[in-house]
């Protein structure tokens, strides 16, 4: 995906799979918060998390009900 992508969908749920697992998890699920400089941050609601866009292997949109 290109930044363009990640900055289109702020505010969107979204699904991520890493390349490499972080804090033994290769899985994320939460609200797309931002983009800037290469780097997306998620918020899962009890936890905000910072990805680097090169350590995702997958990216998703969780459809709203």
């Not at 697992?21 to 797309?32: I, K, S, T, V």
């Amino acid at each position: 995906l290109t930044a363009e992508h990640y900055i289109r969908f702020v505010g969107n749920r979204v699904k991520l799979d890493l390349g490499k697992a972080r804090d033994g998890r290769l899985r994320f699920e939460g609200l797309l918060t931002g983009y800037e400089n290469g780097q997306i941050e998620l918020d899962g609601e009890s936890e905000v998390w910072q990805f680097k866009v090169d350590e995702i292997a997958l990216a998703k949109l969780v459809p709203s009900d």
